[in-house]
């Protein structure tokens, strides 16, 4: 008996140390777990806190930039020396840097847990402070200002029972300067609402902006911000579904339930005017290699020099003579020194891409015509007048002027008007046709067909400006489409298109100073679904991108257009029968080149805006830490 009761007594024991040791392994394990999972809510806490800080630097360099801007606006001087005074005046520093941290801290301090993958969540509290003037502008160069502030950002992530902090200090630059014209999808003084309408079908997915009278049929689509001068705009009684008038003034958004555009980004009302240029002295001056800052009017006689019509005793360019009609390459005799130069009308200018790195301009002008080549690779350019010898300079005309100079520059200048610029035309007829809704929707925006050959070649920076009208005749399309370039199947059957940073430097500017810029009838008409590539200009007075009876010359379908239309008045282009269906003319469709965005590329020599704007803000991180 004795025995057998050491024996229980020795397994209670050893029950009793089994239990001990499991409590203590378990109490130990619950700590790990309890400890592993705060180490695991901290790493989850720091990643949405570093998420919150990359966040508040893209808001400040992005959607945050409308915001800054209208905090700017207001500020500027408008007769400041912008080379030798602030633009924005010193007294308004201090308030400034206070109205950016504010309007940042309000619309931009926290992040949505959706965007955090349902980690947790992230606030972000912005200071902004010592808002100093950098740089006046320099002489010689575009007149532009850049601003800087300091920063701080301190990005509060929270995950389960984990918090971290992250803060980020530095500086951010505010760049203001003169943008380009061409940054807006579409820009007219006068919208025409009272005339006319943006039906149902119309899409516009860059900045748009009407100083006044813009008017509204149906649902219009508007993905970018769209702004006016006035306090509201036209809506129509879209298929005869609201009471009352046929066309309503409305101070909001909508006409419910006949006309309800969509204004993705909103529309902003009472905005400020954007002037459109009556001038094109700086594109002459460009054109005949001459400093495009200085607007004055050049004479006769320094025309006469730079064309190289200076040979006495037949011509003296001394005593201001005449310019004889002509087409001329501007050069010093033996390489390229500006533009081309056209002196009187021109009856057909046609671009032409060859498709291995050359641009081809022939320009008729009554019995005679020019071919001028530009070889990018051999940085030379050819001109043949009426198929004799041939002249070969130095230089290719392309891209921007020297500010402060002049030279070699992508500028064609015609003193009269050009009654049909054309691209080289299409190779066939395409597949769709040219009801609207119907069948002109099989031919999409990008990339276009490919019986359309290109007018631009790749290298090519150019812009058009005559002082009186323009006919267009035919596409004017790019070698390569900048929105496929990243597009390894596009690329794949155009080499040339292959770019090591998905950019392409292609671009178009058409300018009349003083007329329409007209989509031609007759002689001759303009082709079904036209595709017009590249930033059209029509500012003077009731002057716009016009269709010539565009009532009566049958439907054509879309007319396509990618970059911007910038008129004083808008024109007619269409018109729709009652059910809402193309009737006559073209349909827009309006894509925006997202390269003009604040101005990042522009056609050369295009025109600017009078006043001062925003063009780029850049953070600039100088220290990290977490805590």
Not at 178 to 207: H, I, K, M, Y
């Amino acid at each position: 008996m004795r025995n057998h009761g050491l024996a229980l007594i020795t397994a209670l024991v050893l029950l009793t140390v089994l239990v001990s040791v499991i409590t203590i392994l378990f109490v130990g394990s619950m700590g790990d777990l309890q400890q592993s999972r705060s180490s695991v809510q901290l790493a989850q806490a720091r990643a949405v806190a570093e998420a919150g800080e990359t966040y508040a630097r893209y808001a400040l360099a992005g959607p945050a930039r409308s915001d800054i801007r209208n905090a700017i606006l207001p500020l500027m001087s408008a007769t400041a020396d912008p080379y030798s005074e602030w633009v924005i005046p010193q007294s308004q520093w201090s308030s400034l840097a206070t109205t950016i941290q504010n309007t940042l801290n309000t619309n931009f301090g926290s992040v949505a847990g959706a965007s955090l993958g349902g980690i947790g969540s992230a606030t972000v509290q912005y200071s902004v402070s010592n808002l100093r003037g950098l740089a006046y502008a320099t002489a010689g160069q575009a007149p532009a200002q850049t601003y800087v502030a300091d920063y701080v950002i301190t990005s509060t992530g929270r995950a389960g029972g984990g918090i971290r902090r992250v803060q980020d200090k530095g500086i951010f630059q505010i760049q203001l300067g003169r943008p380009s014209l061409s940054q807006w999808l579409f820009l007219v003084d006068d919208a025409e609402g009272d005339a006319g309408f943006f039906p149902t079908g119309t899409v516009f997915n860059g900045p748009v902006h009407a100083n006044h009278a813009w008017g509204f049929w149906g649902t219009p689509v508007f993905r970018d911000v769209i702004s006016t001068s006035d306090d509201g705009a036209y809506y129509y009684n879209a298929n005869g579904r609201c009471g009352g008038a046929s066309r309503v003034w409305v101070r909001g958004d909508s006409r419910p339930p006949c006309t309800v555009p969509r204004f993705e980004k909103g529309f902003i009302r009472s905005a400020p005017e954007v002037d459109l240029p009556n001038s094109t002295l700086s594109q002459q001056r460009a054109a005949l290699g001459m400093d495009p800052l200085d607007t004055s009017t050049p004479s006769n006689s320094e025309i006469c020099f730079r064309l190289g019509l200076h040979n006495p005793p037949t011509r003296r360019c001394n005593s201001s003579p005449s310019i004889p009609d002509g087409v001329y390459l501007v050069n010093d005799g033996s390489s390229v020194q500006g533009g081309i130069y056209v002196q009187g009308n021109l009856d057909q200018l046609k671009l032409e891409a060859s498709g291995d790195g050359k641009q081809v301009y022939t320009l008729r002008q009554g019995s005679n015509t020019w071919v001028i080549t530009a070889d990018y690779a051999a940085n030379t350019t050819s001109v043949r007048l009426n198929g004799g010898p041939l002249q070969v300079f130095s230089g290719v005309p392309n891209g921007h002027a020297p500010l402060g100079s002049g030279g070699p520059t992508g500028q064609i200048y015609v003193t009269g008007r050009i009654d049909d610029l054309r691209g080289p035309g299409r190779s066939g007829s395409l597949a769709c046709g040219v009801d609207y809704p119907g069948n002109s929707d099989l031919c999409p925006d990008h990339p276009p067909p490919d019986q359309i050959r290109p007018a631009l070649s790749k290298e090519t920076q150019l812009n058009i400006t005559a002082v009186n009208k323009i006919g267009v005749t035919s596409d004017l399309i790019y070698e390569c489409d900048p929105t496929k370039v990243a597009d390894g199947g596009y690329t794949s059957s155009r080499p040339r298109c292959v770019t090591t940073d998905g950019l392409v430097p292609t671009v178009l500017g058409v300018f009349s100073q003083r007329d329409h810029i007209v989509i031609e009838d007759s002689p001759v008409k303009a082709p079904d679904n036209i595709y017009l590539w590249g930033s059209f200009l029509a500012g003077a007075s009731g002057k716009g991108l016009a269709v010539e009876n565009y009532g009566g010359r049958g439907k054509q379908g879309k007319m396509h257009v990618y970059g911007g239309v910038i008129q004083s008045s808008d024109q007619l282009r269409g018109t729709l029968n009652g059910s809402g269906g193309l009737g006559s003319g073209y349909i827009e469709t309006y894509d925006y080149d997202l390269r003009f965005a604040n101005s990042t590329l522009a056609p050369p020599n295009f025109p600017t805006v009078r006043s001062f704007d925003l063009q780029t803000i850049v953070p600039v991180k100088m220290s990290f830490r977490e805590y």
